[in-house]
Structure formats: structure tokens, C-alpha cells
């Protein structure tokens, strides 16, 4: 029913069912600021809506915090004309609306999208605990690192797994193409280019990723990331051609 969370199954959880609406949310985002598509557009209005609900309901916190994230980047971005707040005015009143109308038992999404830290009752949540679990790893084995997964499962946590599994000089090889990735965003921003969609569903990804995902089996981060690190890389070297450097 509405006042439940969003059911998926074996193929498709509920997690992706979440992943896939904050993109799709994104993309036409990014038609509708960067590009300028109109927000009333049957291509845009439609989908947006049907990607809202299926947030709202699928409860996903991880890709909940990155749709607005990369919202609030786009919505917000150097590239942007005042034209463009109307439609973030719409935007946000449908979000607000669909919210109020979709997921009306507030109490069971506040405690579905809040984490639990634990108390002097309880540890918390599992995945609180995998967490812990992990910076403990982390601290005793901090320079070559331990295994993959804690001894009560997966960390849910990309950033986490990989110093626990390679150690804190390791993971750079992880660290440092994501600082790339904002290093030359900002090379981007100081000229006022826009950056290419790709740049923002990596950005998605990789702040989804803190709450679920593994470091191989998270494709879609993978993917993004070489994508958007590539895009950049020719949008620099286009500048610099432009300017005779």
C-alpha cells in the first residue's frame, strides 16, 4: 500500500528499484537546468513524477541523500540562468507534494531513513555494526589491510571496504581518481563550463555508496567514474587548446 515501503524482489531490490529513480530524477534534472528543456514537457514532467514515488517509497537512504546532493550541485551550479529557478521551484513542489501524498505514515519513514547508532541498550542497527566492525579492522590492520568483509558480513560501505580490504596506502588508487574527479571540476567551475551528466550520476554514485555497495560489485560507480574523469579530461584540454596553452 502506499503507507509501506516499496516492494522489490531477487532481480530487483528495493535499493536499485531507489538507485534508478534518483537518476532518472538526475538526468531530467539536468535536461531541465543545464540544458534548458522545458520542465513541462511530457519527456520531463512525466518521468520525474514516477521516479519521485518510486524514491518516496522505496525508502532508500543511500539514494535519497544522493539524489539531493547532486540536485542541490545542479540546481545550484555557476552555469545556471535566473530562468532556471522557475523550474526549480516546480521541481521542489512536486517533490514536497508527492512526498506529503505517498508516504503519508511519516513516523515508519523517519525510522526507516534515520540510523540507528545503538544505545546503552542496544548496538544499533546492522549496518552501524559492520561499520564498527570495519574501522576496527582498520585500526589494527591500517597499512595492508584484512579481507573484504567483517566477520558478520559486508560493510555496506565502498569507502570503508577498501582500506579495511588494502590498507590506507592501498585505497588510494581509489581515493585519487575521485579527487581528480573534483579537482577538475573545480578547473570547470572558476571558467563557468558546465560538466557533462556524466560527472554528476558519478557523483551520485559514489555518495550512494556509503550506504550500500561493494568494491566489485558496484558497476555502475566504476563505470561513471572512468566516464567522468574522461569527459573532464577533454573538457580541460579543450579549454587549454582554446585559450594556446
Known amino acids: 500500500g502506499l503507507n509501506g515501503r516499496l516492494a522489490g524482489n531477487d532481480i530487483l531490490n528495493t535499493i536499485t528499484l531507489g538507485a534508478f529513480a534518483g537518476m532518472l530524477m538526475v538526468i531530467i534534472a539536468y535536461r531541465v537546468?543545464?540544458?534548458n528543456s522545458p520542465m513541462l514537457h511530457l519527456f520531463n514532467c512525466i518521468?520525474?513524477?514516477?521516479?519521485?514515488?518510486?524514491?518516496?517509497?522505496?525508502?532508500?537512504?543511500?539514494a535519497m541523500l544522493a539524489t539531493a546532493v547532486v540536485m542541490y550541485m545542479i540546481f545550484f551550479s555557476k552555469s545556471n540562468v535566473k530562468s532556471t529557478y522557475r523550474n526549480l521551484a516546480i521541481l521542489l513542489l512536486m517533490g514536497i507534494g508527492l512526498f506529503v501524498v505517498f508516504n503519508s505514515d511519516l513516523g515508519m519513514a523517519t525510522s526507516r531513513i534515520a540510523i540507528d547508532i545503538g544505545d546503552e541498550d542496544s548496538d544499533g542497527e546492522a549496518r552501524v555494526v559492520l561499520w564498527v566492525?570495519?574501522?576496527?579492522?582498520?585500526?589494527n590492520y591500517p597499512i595492508f589491510g584484512s579481507s573484504v568483509t567483517t566477520s558478520i558480513?559486508?560493510?555496506h560501505n565502498i569507502y570503508l571496504e577498501s582500506i579495511m580490504a588494502a590498507g590506507l596506502f592501498a585505497s588510494l588508487l581509489l581515493f585519487y581518481p575521485i579527487w581528480s574527479v573534483r579537482s577538475k571540476m573545480n578547473k570547470l567551475s572558476k571558467i563557468k563550463s558546465p560538466v557533462s551528466l556524466s560527472v554528476y550520476l558519478f557523483i551520485f554514485h559514489a555518495t550512494a555508496c556509503i550506504f550500500s555497495g561493494t568494491i566489485y560489485n558496484s558497476e555502475y560507480f566504476w563505470i561513471t567514474l572512468a566516464i567522468a574523469l574522461n569527459s573532464l579530461q577533454?573538457?580541460?584540454?579543450?579549454?587549454l587548446t582554446r585559450e594556446g596553452v
Open 33 to 35: 537546468i543545464i540544458l
Open 153 to 155: 558480513g559486508y560493510v
Open 234 to 239: 577533454e573538457r580541460n584540454a579543450s579549454y
Open 133 to 139: 566492525l570495519a574501522i576496527q579492522k582498520i585500526i
Open 47 to 62: 518521468p520525474f513524477f514516477v521516479a519521485i514515488v518510486v524514491l518516496v517509497l522505496s525508502l532508500s537512504r543511500g
